[in-house]
């Protein structure tokens, strides 16, 4: 049998390599790093995650997580480990990002049919192919890649956000809770009743918000390169909150830096604004700013970032940074099997597709490593029922028009129409239960693994 290349060791790589040699067929998974590093990544392991430690909600009613119990159901070997690494997150899905990667590079490593070459590809083998490098493709295989069609690539750019020691935040200002979270925390703090959250927040009032915005506002960023100059484009799922800052005043309290859900136990009253700090770890040493990914220069966020309440004496142990993202027109390249349109062989998976979040990048990467082994085993490559979310994804990456064409994450939108027009609160649910019995359905039709038990949700009710 002939041995299948993976060229990228991020999220969408070695789930493609797993699921690939879980059926069989003999892979050899190519990883630059570390002998050539990115600008994003700071370890040697695979899958690394940069942009945050959250993969998203987990809650069964929820896009993300519907996308979550499909995978887990097919045997997804990101999210196994993922869940073998968590740390609290009220209902979302995070995990201790080191040691996370350290588990998924040692499941890899040790899988008897993997063969793990730590060597930068500067070029497109011949043979059975998944291209899976990422947004930080290297430029000599980015070359290679977009000869194979003469179009352009499109660009956006990701930014990562800082982190600080947690026992650095000052608690007689920040606090700890979660939005609406199940034991009604906001409620019963307001009546003087202290409960933990799994979030820390630091509140502001309004005179300290708009202190923040004008120091936000006359900080230097780091000054983009000619080719990014003349592209400054932003994807809007990881906006730096500079560039958020400059679309008005009031754009990050109606953003990532709302106070809906939470109550300040000094004074019982909602914040006029609050950053939200989520765990980053295992044992809970660390935590990252949520949706505070930027571009400032390091100095101006070491002076910004401490007018934040509570973090005026915080160690910070990782800056903020921004990096260029790179991906393909997919709708012009590629079948929804994540096949290259023009050889049979040759597939695309995870960021460099369009998908974003991490979720999507690993599933992405689960059907390019099943259909890759199906076409080396005899098989057909499968397209997913557009009712899954994971189908639904590849085939709006796949379909979406290609001039305009930007990444896509989870989200009900990209499915089709119910039946009905049910409540805002019973969509979810109904969305996930169709979607769920026409993955089963179609694993049973084309013999894939398919677990019910591991794809039921983990979160039975939400008070969101």
Known sequence: MKELIVIGGGLAGTEAAWQAAELGVPVRLYEMRPHTPTPAHDTPWLAELVCSNSLGSDLPHKAPGLLKAELRGLGSLLLDCATRTAVPAGSSLA???????????????????????????????????????????????????????????LYFYDAVSPIVQAETVDMTIAFRQ??????????????????????????????????????????????????????????????????????????????????????????????????????????????NLVGFQTNLKWPDQKRVLRLIPGLAQAEFVR?????????????????????????????????????????????????????????????????????????????YVTHAAAKEFQPMKANFGILPPLPSRPGKHDSGRLYAERALTALRRFAREHGLRYDQALAAPTVQTATE
């Open 319 to 395: 800056y903020g940074m921004m990096h260029r993202n790179t991906y393909v027109n997919a709708p012009a390249l590629l079948q929804p099997t994540l096949q290259y349109r023009n050889r049979a062989d040759l597939f695309f998976a995870g960021q460099i597709v369009g998908v974003e979040g991490y979720v999507g990048n690993a599933g992405t990467g689960l059907l390019a490593g099943v259909n890759a082994a199906r076409l080396l085993t005899g098989g057909h490559p499968l397209i997913l029922p557009p009712a899954t979310m994971l189908g639904a994804l590849c085939h």
């Open 95 to 153: 995990v201790d990002r080191e040691a996370f990667a350290q588990l998924v590079t040692e499941r890899i490593a040790t899988h008897p049919l993997i063969t793990l070459v730590h060597e930068e590809v500067t070029a497109l083998p011949d043979g059975p192919t998944i291209v899976a490098t990422g947004p930080l493709t290297s430029p000599a295989l980015a070359e290679v890649i977009a000869g194979l069609s003469g179009r352009d690539y």
């Open 178 to 287: 979660s939005r609406y979270d199940r034991e009604g925390s906001a409620s019963l703090q307001a009546r003087g009743e202290q409960v933990e959250g799994d979030y820390i927040n630091c509140p502001m009032t309004r005179d300290e918000y708009e202190a923040f915005v004008d120091a936000l506002l006359s900080a230097e960023t780091i000054v983009l390169k000619q080719f990014e100059r003349e592209d400054p484009h932003f994807f809007e799922g990881c906006m730096p909150v500079e560039a958020l800052a400059r679309r008005g005043r009031e754009a990050l309290a109606f953003g990532p830096m709302r106070p809906v859900g939470l109550i300040d136990p000094r004074n019982g009253q909602r914040p006029y604004a609050v950053v939200q700090l989520r765990q980053d770890n295992l044992i809970g040493t660390l935590y």
